[in-house]
């Protein structure tokens, strides 16, 4: 199975910050990375998908992914209080389709 | 606008069963994969099986394999994960998931349904 390892599992940032989440896999995966972002109580919502694609219009602009192979990043450019979640990686390369253990963010 | 609506959750003795049901909106469901995916309290997600469109091609987790089945109901919009011989170890919200385009990536998800095993 492809592992996932996500870094920091948590953090804690000012508005306006920017922040960086790594998410690295144990082989590589090509671009086939994609990123979730979940508040507490709800499902989890598509942030990135193959690592640096976005939906249009449903994300905003301040998200984005990087990365391809093993070593993967989400920058959020100026923090928000609404960003305040937990994070996920994903990888769609193969079965079976594995999660990083998630980071938490915090606004300060 | 799509939408996914999972049902069926609740309390099952171990050794039990349970099978929870989404019902899909707003999208042609026929046309598209579609996922479990599961949460155990306070912990991280876990992909728990897919199905492909025409259910051609199905895959599980190893932790479920043997004990659950997905299946699909195109005419009904909706998809289904029939879970034998439950453990304590599957309580967890399940979350039903879109694959929109085959690549195995998921959008959007459900609200989720909490199944809880325990005596």
């Known amino acids: 199975d492809i592992q996932l390892t996500q870094s920091p599992s948590s953090l804690s940032a000012s508005v306006g910050d920017r922040v960086t989440i790594t998410c690295r896999a144990s082989?590589?995966?090509?671009?086939?990375l994609n990123w979730y972002q979940q508040k507490p109580g709800k499902a989890p919502k598509l942030l990135i998908y193959?690592?640096?694609?976005v939906l249009q219009s449903a994300v905003p602009s301040r998200f984005s992914g990087s990365g391809s192979g093993t070593d993967f990043t989400l920058t959020i450019s100026s923090l928000q209080p609404e960003d305040s979640a937990t994070y996920y990686c994903?990888?769609?390369?193969?079965?079976?389709?594995?999660f990083g253990g998630g980071t938490r963010v915090e606004i300060k | 606008e799509v939408q996914l609506v999972e049902s069926g959750g609740g309390l099952v003795k171990p050794g039990g069963s349970l099978r929870l049901s989404c019902a899909a909106s707003?999208?042609?469901?026929?046309?598209?994969?579609m996922n479990w995916v599961r949460q155990a309290p306070g912990k991280g997600l876990e992909w728990v099986s897919s199905?492909?469109?025409?259910?051609?091609?199905?895959y599980y987790a190893d932790s479920v394999k043997g004990r659950f089945t997905i299946s699909r109901d195109n005419a009904k919009n909706s998809l289904y994960l029939q879970m034998n011989s439950l453990r304590a170890e599957d309580t967890a919200v399940y979350y039903c998931?879109?694959?929109?385009?085959?690549?195995?990536?998921?959008?959007?998800w459900g609200q989720g349904t909490l199944v809880t095993v325990s005596s």
């Open positions: 998931a879109r694959d929109p385009s085959s690549d195995n990536w998921f959008d959007p």
């Open positions: 707003g999208f042609t469901f026929s046309r598209n994969s």
């Open positions: 199905i492909s469109s025409s259910s051609t091609y199905i």
């Open positions: 082989q590589s995966i090509s671009s086939y």
């Open positions: 193959t690592a640096s694609s």
């Open positions: 994903q990888q769609s390369h193969r079965a079976p389709l594995t």
